[in-house]
């Protein structure tokens, strides 16, 4: 199995950040696919999960402003993240704990 | 939130030394079913973090035997035998029982 991401990587503040995530290889089904961020030097902070019927779990730090969508036809699924600020610039993993993306890193400056 | 805290943050090992890292959440982490869903995860520099450790003790597949996990309930241990040149990283633990999924701090393991 392997987790191919893509999105922009420079964003003004007020901004959506907006990530889709690949998966090759393995069963799409029958588990959940997560985002999970790191802001330079610290640590991996859970944003949400989605599996492949649409059933979703959001960290609640971030729920008002997260939408996480699957395509199943595609095996994929996407991260969008409204109303960005500075506090957002992090590398953005996808990920189903045993299999991760290669990280997206958002940077968010005006 | 269940809260994950590690110790020690910074861990100096020599190798071929043996080293131990511990985890303790806030909250109990056996789920309804049965199971404790606590995960250990490898971060090497400038690398994306890979599982080392599911359910506790479950090592995955390619991980070295020289990597152990141990616990039970809210205190957990990554255990790791003899720690080689390639060990050097953050070990983060990471709670899979409660939502929202939480992470340790992170311990930094570097080679004295």
């Known amino acids: 199995v392997q987790l191919q991401q893509w999105g922009a990587g420079l964003l003004k503040p007020s901004e959506t950040l907006s990530l889709t995530c690949a998966v090759y290889?393995?069963?799409?089904?029958?588990?959940?696919w997560s985002w999970i961020r790191q802001p330079p030097g610290k640590g991996l902070e859970w944003i949400g999960e989605?599996?492949?019927?649409?059933?979703?779990n959001y960290n609640p730090s971030l729920k008002s402003r997260v939408t996480i969508s699957v395509d199943t036809s595609k095996k994929q699924f996407s991260l969008k993240l409204r109303s960005v600020t500075a506090a957002d610039t992090a590398v953005y993993y996808c990920?189903?704990?045993?299999?991760w993306g290669q990280g997206t890193l958002v940077t968010v400056s005006s | 939130d269940a809260v994950m805290t590690q110790s020690p943050l910074s861990l100096p090992v020599t190798l071929g030394q043996p080293a131990s890292i511990s985890c303790r959440s806030s909250?109990?982490?056996?789920?309804?079913?049965?199971?404790?869903?606590l995960n250990w995860f490898q971060q090497r520099p400038g690398q994306s973090p890979r599982r080392l450790i599911y359910?506790?003790?479950n090592r995955d597949s390619g991980v070295p035997d020289r990597f152990s996990g141990s616990g039970s309930g809210t205190d957990f241990t990554l255990k790791i035998s003899r720690v080689e040149a390639e060990d050097v990283g953050v070990y983060y633990c990471?709670?899979?029982?409660?939502?929202?999924?939480?992470f340790g701090q992170g311990t930094k393991v570097e080679i004295k």
């Open positions: 909250q109990s982490l056996v789920y309804s079913d049965g199971d404790t869903y």
């Open positions: 989605i599996n492949h019927s649409g059933s979703t």
């Open positions: 290889g393995g069963s799409f089904s029958g588990f959940y």
């Open positions: 990920a189903s704990y045993d299999f």
């Open positions: 990471m709670q899979g029982t409660h939502w929202p999924r939480t």
């Open positions: 359910k506790v003790s």
